[in-house]
């Protein structure tokens, strides 16, 4: 049975039948009629696009001494706003992590935090060592 299938499969691989041609005529009609659909759409669209820019011109125009400064008014308003809540978004993340920070949670960075933070306790340390030493040198070198 195996040979059967076998046998049929590659006869079928070495015998490949052109499509009809009633199928390929199908196919050219498909291609041409959502071609030529297409290419109509995108004359509309381009005659459309042209109609609607005459029109608008003259009012545009007419109308730029105040649409320019409005426009540039909406800008600054819309990117104030925008800068606000992110601004007030960044505020409360803050403030929720130091919230989280004292009262013992260890948010994320916390630990980076400490480390500085003693690192910085240590270098004042000795800073105010050697100035207590260098305060010393110079007094008992001027008597």
Do not use: C, N
């Not at 015998?15 to 041609?21: C, G, L, N, T």
């Not at 290419?39 to 005659?47: E, F, I, K, N, Q």
């Amino acid at each position: 049975m195996a040979d059967y299938y076998g046998h049929q499969h590659t006869h079928h691989l070495h015998h490949e039948q052109p499509a009809p041609r009633s199928y390929q005529v199908v196919k050219a009609a498909t291609a041409v009629t959502a071609g030529g659909s297409l290419l109509v759409l995108s004359g509309l669209t381009l005659a459309g696009t042209i109609i609607a820019l005459t029109v608008a011109t003259p009012l545009l125009l007419i109308f730029s001494p105040v649409l320019v400064p409005a426009t540039i008014t909406l800008f600054f308003l819309m990117f104030g706003f925008l800068a606000s809540g992110g601004f007030g978004v960044a505020a409360i993340s803050v403030l929720s992590w130091i919230y989280r920070y004292v009262t013992g949670r260890h948010p994320p960075g916390a630990v980076q935090l400490e480390y500085a933070r003693d690192k910085l306790a240590t270098k004042a340390r000795e800073m105010k060592e050697r100035a207590e030493q260098f305060g010393q040198q110079q007094i008992s070198g001027t008597q």
